[in-house]
Protein backbone atom coordinates (compact mmCIF):
# COMPACT_ATOMS: atom_id res chain seq x y z
CA UNK A 1 0.00 0.00 0.00
CA UNK A 2 1.19 3.53 -0.92
CA UNK A 3 2.91 5.69 1.93
CA UNK A 4 -0.02 8.60 1.03
CA UNK A 5 -2.76 6.16 2.18
CA UNK A 6 -2.43 4.86 5.80
CA UNK A 7 -5.63 4.02 6.35
CA UNK A 8 -6.10 2.01 4.00
CA UNK A 9 -5.41 -1.61 4.80
CA UNK A 10 -7.20 -0.92 7.63
CA UNK A 11 -10.73 0.23 5.58
CA UNK A 12 -10.22 -2.76 3.51
CA UNK A 13 -10.24 -5.22 5.91
CA UNK A 14 -13.59 -3.41 7.47
CA UNK A 15 -14.94 -4.07 3.82
CA UNK A 16 -13.81 -7.63 3.94
CA UNK A 17 -15.18 -8.13 7.14
CA UNK A 18 -19.19 -7.14 5.62
CA UNK A 19 -18.89 -10.01 2.66
CA UNK A 20 -19.93 -12.67 5.18
CA UNK A 21 -23.82 -10.51 5.29
CA UNK A 22 -23.52 -11.71 1.22
CA UNK A 23 -25.77 -9.69 -0.86
CA UNK A 24 -29.02 -8.28 0.03
CA UNK A 25 -30.76 -6.48 -2.67
CA UNK A 26 -32.62 -3.33 -1.95
CA UNK A 27 -31.74 0.26 -3.11
CA UNK A 28 -32.97 1.70 0.57
CA UNK A 29 -29.54 1.61 2.18
CA UNK A 30 -27.99 2.61 -1.04
CA UNK A 31 -30.09 5.99 -1.68
CA UNK A 32 -29.80 6.44 2.44
CA UNK A 33 -26.01 6.45 2.26
CA UNK A 34 -25.32 8.35 -0.99
CA UNK A 35 -27.44 11.08 0.37
CA UNK A 36 -25.86 11.42 3.34
CA UNK A 37 -22.48 12.27 0.73
CA UNK A 38 -24.05 14.79 -1.11
CA UNK A 39 -25.71 12.60 -3.71
CA UNK A 40 -22.16 11.76 -5.51
CA UNK A 41 -24.21 9.84 -8.65
CA UNK A 42 -26.51 12.33 -9.19
CA UNK A 43 -24.46 14.72 -11.76
CA UNK A 44 -22.44 12.03 -13.39
CA UNK A 45 -23.15 11.28 -17.26
CA UNK A 46 -23.67 7.31 -17.10
CA UNK A 47 -24.08 4.09 -18.67
CA UNK A 48 -25.65 1.44 -16.98
CA UNK A 49 -25.25 -2.19 -18.19
CA UNK A 50 -27.08 -5.76 -16.96
CA UNK A 51 -26.94 -8.68 -18.17
CA UNK A 52 -26.25 -12.92 -17.65
CA UNK A 53 -23.28 -12.71 -19.36
CA UNK A 54 -21.31 -10.32 -21.54
CA UNK A 55 -22.04 -7.24 -19.65
CA UNK A 56 -18.39 -6.56 -18.32
CA UNK A 57 -17.26 -7.39 -21.40
CA UNK A 58 -19.58 -4.72 -22.92
CA UNK A 59 -18.67 -2.38 -20.04
CA UNK A 60 -14.72 -2.77 -21.43
CA UNK A 61 -15.38 -2.11 -24.90
CA UNK A 62 -17.60 1.15 -24.01
CA UNK A 63 -15.07 2.26 -21.68
CA UNK A 64 -12.13 2.45 -24.31
CA UNK A 65 -14.21 3.62 -26.70
CA UNK A 66 -14.86 6.70 -24.69
CA UNK A 67 -11.24 7.25 -23.15
CA UNK A 68 -10.47 6.87 -26.81
CA UNK A 69 -12.46 9.80 -27.81
CA UNK A 70 -10.63 11.73 -25.38
CA UNK A 71 -13.33 11.59 -22.49
CA UNK A 72 -12.34 11.23 -18.81
CA UNK A 73 -14.03 7.48 -17.89
CA UNK A 74 -14.89 6.00 -14.96
CA UNK A 75 -15.60 2.16 -14.73
CA UNK A 76 -17.22 0.10 -12.44
CA UNK A 77 -17.40 -3.93 -12.19
CA UNK A 78 -17.35 -6.78 -10.07
CA UNK A 79 -15.72 -8.96 -8.91
CA UNK A 80 -12.14 -8.41 -9.02
CA UNK A 81 -9.62 -11.62 -9.71
CA UNK A 82 -6.59 -9.78 -8.05
CA UNK A 83 -6.97 -6.55 -6.37
CA UNK A 84 -10.13 -4.51 -4.74
CA UNK A 85 -9.04 -1.60 -6.15
CA UNK A 86 -9.88 -3.24 -9.81
CA UNK A 87 -13.62 -2.99 -9.28
CA UNK A 88 -13.13 0.95 -10.09
CA UNK A 89 -11.24 2.00 -12.40
CA UNK A 90 -10.55 5.89 -13.43
CA UNK A 91 -9.07 6.47 -17.13
CA UNK A 92 -8.76 2.58 -17.59
CA UNK A 93 -6.80 1.76 -14.77
CA UNK A 94 -7.43 0.55 -11.30
CA UNK A 95 -7.83 3.38 -8.73
CA UNK A 96 -4.99 4.81 -6.66
CA UNK A 97 -4.69 3.82 -3.15
CA UNK A 98 -5.28 7.28 -2.00
CA UNK A 99 -8.09 7.93 -4.04
CA UNK A 100 -10.04 4.44 -2.59
CA UNK A 101 -8.60 5.38 0.90
CA UNK A 102 -11.02 8.66 0.94
CA UNK A 103 -13.83 6.86 -1.26
CA UNK A 104 -13.99 4.12 1.23
CA UNK A 105 -13.54 5.92 3.88
CA UNK A 106 -16.26 7.79 3.09
CA UNK A 107 -18.80 4.57 2.19
CA UNK A 108 -17.66 3.21 5.31
CA UNK A 109 -17.60 6.14 8.01
CA UNK A 110 -19.96 8.58 6.87
CA UNK A 111 -23.60 6.94 6.30
CA UNK A 112 -25.72 6.72 8.38
CA UNK A 113 -26.34 3.11 8.76
CA UNK A 114 -24.22 -0.15 7.84
CA UNK A 115 -23.79 -0.87 3.83
CA UNK A 116 -23.20 -4.35 2.50
CA UNK A 117 -19.98 -4.89 1.20
CA UNK A 118 -21.20 -4.28 -2.67
CA UNK A 119 -23.36 -1.82 -1.10
CA UNK A 120 -20.00 -0.02 0.45
CA UNK A 121 -18.00 -0.58 -3.09
CA UNK A 122 -20.92 0.74 -4.84
CA UNK A 123 -21.06 4.16 -2.78
CA UNK A 124 -17.15 4.53 -2.82
CA UNK A 125 -17.39 4.15 -6.72
CA UNK A 126 -19.73 7.00 -7.29
CA UNK A 127 -17.37 9.16 -4.46
CA UNK A 128 -14.38 8.15 -6.80
CA UNK A 129 -16.14 8.84 -9.78
CA UNK A 130 -17.07 12.55 -8.63
CA UNK A 131 -13.89 13.35 -6.85
CA UNK A 132 -12.45 12.04 -10.17
CA UNK A 133 -14.18 14.42 -12.02
CA UNK A 134 -15.14 11.75 -15.22
CA UNK A 135 -17.15 12.97 -17.88
CA UNK A 136 -18.65 9.15 -17.95
CA UNK A 137 -19.22 6.41 -15.72
CA UNK A 138 -19.72 3.07 -16.96
CA UNK A 139 -21.68 0.51 -14.45
CA UNK A 140 -21.74 -3.07 -14.55
CA UNK A 141 -24.77 -4.44 -12.65
CA UNK A 142 -23.97 -7.11 -9.51
CA UNK A 143 -26.82 -9.05 -9.61
CA UNK A 144 -30.17 -8.80 -11.48
CA UNK A 145 -30.76 -4.94 -12.04
CA UNK A 146 -34.30 -4.09 -10.38
CA UNK A 147 -32.56 -4.39 -6.96
CA UNK A 148 -29.35 -4.17 -7.21
CA UNK A 149 -27.06 -1.22 -6.04
CA UNK A 150 -25.98 0.16 -8.77
CA UNK A 151 -29.48 0.72 -9.80
CA UNK A 152 -29.89 3.92 -8.20
CA UNK A 153 -29.30 6.19 -11.61
CA UNK A 154 -32.54 8.38 -12.22
CA UNK A 155 -31.40 9.55 -15.68
CA UNK A 156 -29.02 7.31 -16.97
CA UNK A 157 -27.11 8.57 -20.82
CA UNK A 158 -27.90 4.79 -22.25
CA UNK A 159 -29.19 1.51 -20.67
CA UNK A 160 -28.41 -2.13 -22.04
CA UNK A 161 -28.78 -5.70 -21.21
CA UNK A 162 -26.37 -7.89 -22.94
CA UNK A 163 -28.23 -11.29 -22.50
CA UNK A 164 -30.41 -13.15 -20.75
CA UNK A 165 -30.41 -16.70 -19.70
CA UNK A 166 -30.54 -19.45 -16.79
CA UNK A 167 -28.13 -17.93 -13.54
CA UNK A 168 -28.90 -16.76 -10.19
CA UNK A 169 -32.61 -18.48 -10.43
CA UNK A 170 -33.08 -18.78 -6.65
CA UNK A 171 -33.19 -14.74 -6.82
CA UNK A 172 -34.10 -13.69 -9.97
CA UNK A 173 -36.66 -16.39 -10.76
CA UNK A 174 -37.23 -19.59 -12.82
CA UNK A 175 -37.83 -18.15 -16.30
CA UNK A 176 -36.38 -16.41 -18.58
CA UNK A 177 -39.46 -14.13 -18.68
CA UNK A 178 -38.88 -13.73 -14.76
CA UNK A 179 -35.11 -13.08 -15.15
CA UNK A 180 -35.60 -10.34 -17.83
CA UNK A 181 -38.07 -8.39 -15.45
CA UNK A 182 -35.72 -8.36 -12.83
CA UNK A 183 -33.15 -7.11 -15.29
CA UNK A 184 -35.32 -4.57 -17.14
CA UNK A 185 -35.72 -2.68 -13.46
CA UNK A 186 -32.48 -0.42 -14.91
CA UNK A 187 -34.49 0.77 -17.71
CA UNK A 188 -35.57 4.53 -17.15
CA UNK A 189 -38.28 6.56 -18.77
CA UNK A 190 -36.98 8.56 -21.81
CA UNK A 191 -33.56 6.57 -21.23
CA UNK A 192 -32.38 4.53 -24.92
CA UNK A 193 -32.27 0.59 -24.22
CA UNK A 194 -29.64 -1.22 -26.30
CA UNK A 195 -30.07 -4.96 -26.60
CA UNK A 196 -28.35 -7.93 -27.30
CA UNK A 197 -29.72 -11.16 -29.17
CA UNK A 198 -32.28 -12.57 -26.59
CA UNK A 199 -34.79 -15.27 -26.77
CA UNK A 200 -38.47 -14.46 -27.91
CA UNK A 201 -39.37 -14.76 -24.38
CA UNK A 202 -36.49 -12.90 -22.77
CA UNK A 203 -37.28 -9.97 -25.94
CA UNK A 204 -41.29 -9.80 -24.84
CA UNK A 205 -40.55 -8.95 -21.61
CA UNK A 206 -38.29 -6.54 -21.47
CA UNK A 207 -39.76 -4.85 -24.09
CA UNK A 208 -43.39 -4.74 -21.96
CA UNK A 209 -40.96 -3.43 -19.28
CA UNK A 210 -39.39 -0.48 -21.07
CA UNK A 211 -43.38 0.27 -22.58
CA UNK A 212 -44.41 0.11 -18.81
CA UNK A 213 -42.41 3.10 -17.86
CA UNK A 214 -41.80 4.68 -21.22
CA UNK A 215 -38.41 4.05 -21.70
CA UNK A 216 -36.44 5.83 -24.71
CA UNK A 217 -35.98 4.03 -28.39
CA UNK A 218 -34.68 0.52 -28.66
CA UNK A 219 -32.39 -1.15 -30.19
CA UNK A 220 -31.72 -4.61 -31.01
CA UNK A 221 -28.97 -6.95 -31.92
CA UNK A 222 -29.46 -9.35 -34.74
CA UNK A 223 -27.47 -11.86 -35.54
CA UNK A 224 -25.98 -11.42 -39.27
CA UNK A 225 -26.34 -13.93 -41.91
CA UNK A 226 -24.27 -15.08 -44.53
CA UNK A 227 -24.46 -14.43 -47.96
CA UNK A 228 -22.49 -14.10 -51.07
CA UNK A 229 -20.37 -16.65 -53.36
CA UNK A 230 -17.71 -15.51 -50.57
CA UNK A 231 -19.47 -16.09 -47.77
CA UNK A 232 -18.72 -13.00 -46.65
CA UNK A 233 -21.36 -11.17 -43.63
CA UNK A 234 -24.45 -9.25 -45.04
CA UNK A 235 -24.36 -6.52 -42.25
CA UNK A 236 -27.63 -4.49 -42.65
CA UNK A 237 -28.25 -2.46 -39.93
CA UNK A 238 -32.50 -2.37 -40.49
CA UNK A 239 -34.85 0.03 -38.29
CA UNK A 240 -34.21 -0.31 -34.76
CA UNK A 241 -31.86 -3.15 -35.43
CA UNK A 242 -28.05 -3.21 -34.98
CA UNK A 243 -26.31 -5.89 -37.63
CA UNK A 244 -23.04 -7.66 -36.62
CA UNK A 245 -21.09 -10.45 -38.33
CA UNK A 246 -17.99 -11.48 -39.48
CA UNK A 247 -16.43 -9.97 -42.58
CA UNK A 248 -15.45 -13.47 -44.24
CA UNK A 249 -15.79 -16.97 -43.30
CA UNK A 250 -12.09 -16.96 -42.40
CA UNK A 251 -11.63 -13.04 -40.66
CA UNK A 252 -11.25 -12.19 -37.49
CA UNK A 253 -12.81 -8.81 -38.28
CA UNK A 254 -16.03 -7.89 -37.42
CA UNK A 255 -18.97 -5.86 -39.07
CA UNK A 256 -21.37 -3.68 -37.12
CA UNK A 257 -24.14 -2.07 -39.02
CA UNK A 258 -26.74 0.08 -37.51
CA UNK A 259 -30.21 2.16 -38.76
CA UNK A 260 -29.07 4.13 -41.60
CA UNK A 261 -25.29 3.70 -40.83
CA UNK A 262 -22.66 2.34 -42.60
CA UNK A 263 -20.58 -0.85 -41.65
CA UNK A 264 -18.03 -0.80 -39.28
CA UNK A 265 -15.22 -2.83 -39.81
CA UNK A 266 -12.95 -3.37 -36.64
CA UNK A 267 -11.18 -6.35 -35.60
CA UNK A 268 -11.67 -6.49 -32.13
CA UNK A 269 -9.47 -6.20 -29.01
CA UNK A 270 -11.85 -9.10 -27.29
CA UNK A 271 -11.41 -12.57 -28.51
CA UNK A 272 -14.25 -15.20 -29.42
CA UNK A 273 -16.82 -15.09 -32.04
CA UNK A 274 -19.07 -14.16 -29.22
CA UNK A 275 -17.92 -10.72 -28.98
CA UNK A 276 -18.93 -9.64 -32.13
CA UNK A 277 -22.62 -9.59 -30.74
CA UNK A 278 -20.99 -7.57 -27.57
CA UNK A 279 -19.46 -4.84 -29.81
CA UNK A 280 -22.87 -4.68 -31.39
CA UNK A 281 -24.12 -3.44 -27.88
CA UNK A 282 -21.23 -1.49 -27.04
CA UNK A 283 -21.68 0.41 -30.49
CA UNK A 284 -25.63 0.70 -29.54
CA UNK A 285 -24.56 2.44 -26.67
CA UNK A 286 -21.41 4.88 -28.53
CA UNK A 287 -24.51 5.94 -30.72
CA UNK A 288 -26.49 7.31 -28.48
CA UNK A 289 -23.64 8.81 -26.78
CA UNK A 290 -22.52 10.61 -30.10
CA UNK A 291 -25.62 12.21 -29.15
CA UNK A 292 -23.55 14.44 -26.55
CA UNK A 293 -20.00 13.97 -27.73
CA UNK A 294 -20.17 13.38 -31.49
CA UNK A 295 -15.94 12.52 -31.07
CA UNK A 296 -17.50 8.68 -29.83
CA UNK A 297 -18.21 7.68 -32.70
CA UNK A 298 -14.97 8.38 -34.28
CA UNK A 299 -13.11 6.37 -32.17
CA UNK A 300 -15.23 3.45 -31.74
CA UNK A 301 -12.57 1.63 -34.50
CA UNK A 302 -9.63 2.41 -32.43
CA UNK A 303 -11.60 1.57 -28.95
CA UNK A 304 -13.12 -1.63 -29.98
CA UNK A 305 -9.48 -2.50 -31.12
CA UNK A 306 -7.97 -1.50 -27.82
CA UNK A 307 -10.27 -2.95 -25.54
CA UNK A 308 -9.21 -5.11 -22.99
CA UNK A 309 -10.81 -7.60 -20.17
CA UNK A 310 -8.66 -9.63 -18.35
CA UNK A 311 -9.66 -13.71 -18.02
CA UNK A 312 -12.01 -13.38 -20.29
CA UNK A 313 -9.89 -15.74 -23.53
CA UNK A 314 -7.15 -14.48 -22.32
CA UNK A 315 -3.98 -16.26 -22.96
CA UNK A 316 -0.80 -16.48 -20.68
CA UNK A 317 2.60 -18.13 -21.53
CA UNK A 318 3.90 -20.68 -19.32
CA UNK A 319 6.63 -21.65 -21.29
CA UNK A 320 6.25 -25.37 -21.72
CA UNK A 321 2.34 -24.82 -22.75
CA UNK A 322 -0.31 -21.77 -23.05
CA UNK A 323 -2.89 -21.64 -20.62
CA UNK A 324 -6.14 -19.94 -21.81
CA UNK A 325 -8.02 -18.04 -19.04
CA UNK A 326 -11.67 -17.77 -19.32
CA UNK A 327 -13.98 -16.98 -16.85
CA UNK A 328 -17.35 -18.95 -17.79
CA UNK A 329 -19.14 -19.77 -15.21
CA UNK A 330 -22.43 -20.88 -16.22
CA UNK A 331 -23.46 -22.91 -18.83
CA UNK A 332 -24.02 -20.06 -21.68
CA UNK A 333 -20.87 -18.98 -21.03
CA UNK A 334 -19.45 -22.27 -21.20
CA UNK A 335 -20.88 -22.53 -25.12
CA UNK A 336 -19.30 -19.51 -25.99
CA UNK A 337 -15.65 -20.89 -24.62
CA UNK A 338 -16.78 -24.32 -26.20
CA UNK A 339 -17.17 -22.13 -29.61
CA UNK A 340 -13.60 -20.73 -29.41
CA UNK A 341 -12.07 -24.46 -28.81
CA UNK A 342 -13.97 -25.36 -31.66
CA UNK A 343 -12.89 -22.96 -34.25
CA UNK A 344 -9.50 -21.63 -32.96
CA UNK A 345 -7.92 -24.44 -30.09
CA UNK A 346 -5.53 -26.91 -30.84
CA UNK A 347 -7.65 -29.85 -30.80
CA UNK A 348 -9.29 -31.96 -28.08
CA UNK A 349 -5.57 -34.26 -27.85
CA UNK A 350 -3.51 -31.16 -27.26
CA UNK A 351 -5.88 -29.59 -24.86
CA UNK A 352 -5.93 -29.82 -21.36
CA UNK A 353 -8.72 -28.56 -19.36
CA UNK A 354 -8.56 -27.51 -15.77
CA UNK A 355 -11.97 -27.16 -14.51
CA UNK A 356 -13.96 -25.70 -11.14
CA UNK A 357 -16.91 -24.31 -10.42
CA UNK A 358 -18.86 -23.39 -7.49
CA UNK A 359 -22.01 -25.89 -6.05
CA UNK A 360 -24.42 -23.11 -6.98
CA UNK A 361 -23.92 -23.06 -10.77
CA UNK A 362 -24.67 -24.89 -13.58
CA UNK A 363 -21.66 -27.60 -13.19
CA UNK A 364 -22.48 -30.59 -15.03
CA UNK A 365 -24.06 -29.14 -18.18
CA UNK A 366 -20.98 -26.98 -18.07
CA UNK A 367 -18.32 -29.77 -17.60
CA UNK A 368 -20.42 -31.91 -20.28
CA UNK A 369 -20.41 -29.11 -22.89
CA UNK A 370 -16.02 -28.57 -22.05
CA UNK A 371 -15.12 -31.80 -21.38
CA UNK A 372 -15.28 -33.21 -25.31
CA UNK A 373 -12.98 -30.49 -26.17
CA UNK A 374 -9.87 -31.57 -24.18
CA UNK A 375 -8.57 -35.29 -24.01
CA UNK A 376 -7.50 -34.55 -20.23
CA UNK A 377 -9.19 -32.86 -17.53
CA UNK A 378 -8.05 -32.03 -14.13
CA UNK A 379 -10.41 -30.85 -11.28
CA UNK A 380 -9.80 -27.87 -8.88
CA UNK A 381 -11.86 -26.19 -5.96
CA UNK A 382 -12.09 -22.27 -6.63
CA UNK A 383 -11.83 -20.55 -3.22
CA UNK A 384 -14.37 -18.76 -2.00
CA UNK A 385 -17.64 -19.95 -1.05
CA UNK A 386 -18.55 -24.17 -1.96
CA UNK A 387 -17.14 -25.82 -4.44
CA UNK A 388 -18.52 -28.44 -6.85
CA UNK A 389 -17.68 -32.08 -5.34
CA UNK A 390 -14.44 -33.00 -7.40
CA UNK A 391 -15.91 -36.68 -7.55
CA UNK A 392 -19.26 -35.28 -9.07
CA UNK A 393 -17.07 -33.88 -11.20
CA UNK A 394 -14.88 -36.92 -12.44
CA UNK A 395 -18.27 -38.79 -12.47
CA UNK A 396 -19.44 -36.96 -15.35
CA UNK A 397 -16.40 -36.84 -17.32
CA UNK A 398 -12.98 -38.77 -15.84
CA UNK A 399 -10.37 -36.81 -14.87
CA UNK A 400 -8.16 -35.94 -12.14
CA UNK A 401 -9.45 -34.73 -8.84
CA UNK A 402 -6.14 -32.51 -7.28
CA UNK A 403 -8.02 -29.92 -5.93
CA UNK A 404 -5.57 -27.18 -5.40
CA UNK A 405 -5.96 -24.79 -8.38
CA UNK A 406 -2.70 -24.11 -8.98
CA UNK A 407 -1.02 -27.54 -8.48
CA UNK A 408 -3.76 -28.39 -10.78
CA UNK A 409 -2.25 -26.20 -13.58
CA UNK A 410 0.77 -27.27 -13.49
CA UNK A 411 0.11 -31.04 -13.81
CA UNK A 412 -2.10 -29.84 -16.75
CA UNK A 413 1.05 -28.17 -18.34
CA UNK A 414 3.24 -31.44 -17.93
CA UNK A 415 0.33 -33.42 -19.44
CA UNK A 416 -0.39 -31.16 -22.25
CA UNK A 417 2.98 -31.58 -23.29
CA UNK A 418 4.82 -28.55 -25.68
CA UNK A 419 2.79 -26.70 -27.78
CA UNK A 420 -0.43 -27.87 -25.88
CA UNK A 421 -2.78 -25.92 -24.48
CA UNK A 422 -4.52 -25.15 -20.32
CA UNK A 423 -7.72 -24.05 -19.98
CA UNK A 424 -9.37 -22.98 -17.14
CA UNK A 425 -12.27 -22.22 -16.36
CA UNK A 426 -15.76 -22.59 -14.62
CA UNK A 427 -15.08 -19.88 -11.71
CA UNK A 428 -14.46 -16.24 -11.65
CA UNK A 429 -12.61 -16.75 -8.71
CA UNK A 430 -10.44 -20.09 -9.66
CA UNK A 431 -9.22 -17.60 -12.92
CA UNK A 432 -8.23 -15.06 -10.57
CA UNK A 433 -6.12 -17.17 -7.98
CA UNK A 434 -4.20 -18.95 -10.90
CA UNK A 435 -3.84 -15.45 -12.95
CA UNK A 436 -2.57 -14.07 -9.56
CA UNK A 437 -0.06 -16.40 -9.66
CA UNK A 438 0.83 -16.47 -13.09
CA UNK A 439 1.52 -13.33 -13.31
CA UNK A 440 2.95 -12.45 -9.76
CA UNK A 441 0.43 -10.23 -8.33
CA UNK A 442 -0.45 -10.57 -4.41
CA UNK A 443 -4.34 -11.00 -4.21
CA UNK A 444 -7.22 -9.33 -2.10
CA UNK A 445 -8.86 -11.79 -0.31
CA UNK A 446 -11.77 -13.55 -2.57
CA UNK A 447 -15.18 -12.11 -1.88
CA UNK A 448 -18.05 -14.04 -3.85
CA UNK A 449 -19.65 -10.69 -4.47
Known amino acids: MSSAAPRLPALLEALGQRAPRGMVLGLGRVREALAALGD ?9 VAGTNGKGSVCAMVESVARAAG ?7 SPHLS ?3 ERIRIDGEPIGDAALERALSAALERVPSPLTFFEALTVAAFVAFR ?13 GGRLDATNVLAAPLCTAITSIAFDHVALLGPTLADIAREKAGILKPGAPVVLGPLDPEADAAIEAAARAISAGPRLRVARAERGGSAGEIAVVGRAGEIAVGRAG ?3 RATRVAGPGRPALEVELGLRGA ?13 WQLAGRWPEVERALPAGLAAARWPGRLERIDAGAAEVLLDCAHNPHGAQALAAWLDEEGPGAARTALVFGAMADKGWGEMLQTLAPRAQRRLYATPQGRAAAPLEALRAIAPGEPIGDPCAAVARAIEVAGPGGLVVLTGSIYLVGEVRSALLGIAPDPVVTL
Not at 133 to 140: N, Q
Not at 274 to 286: K, L, P, R
Open 71 to 77: LRTGLYT
Open 131 to 143: DAGVDLAILEVGL
Open 249 to 251: PLA
Open 274 to 286: HQAENAGVACGIA
Open 83 to 85: RFA
Open 40 to 48: PHADVAAVH
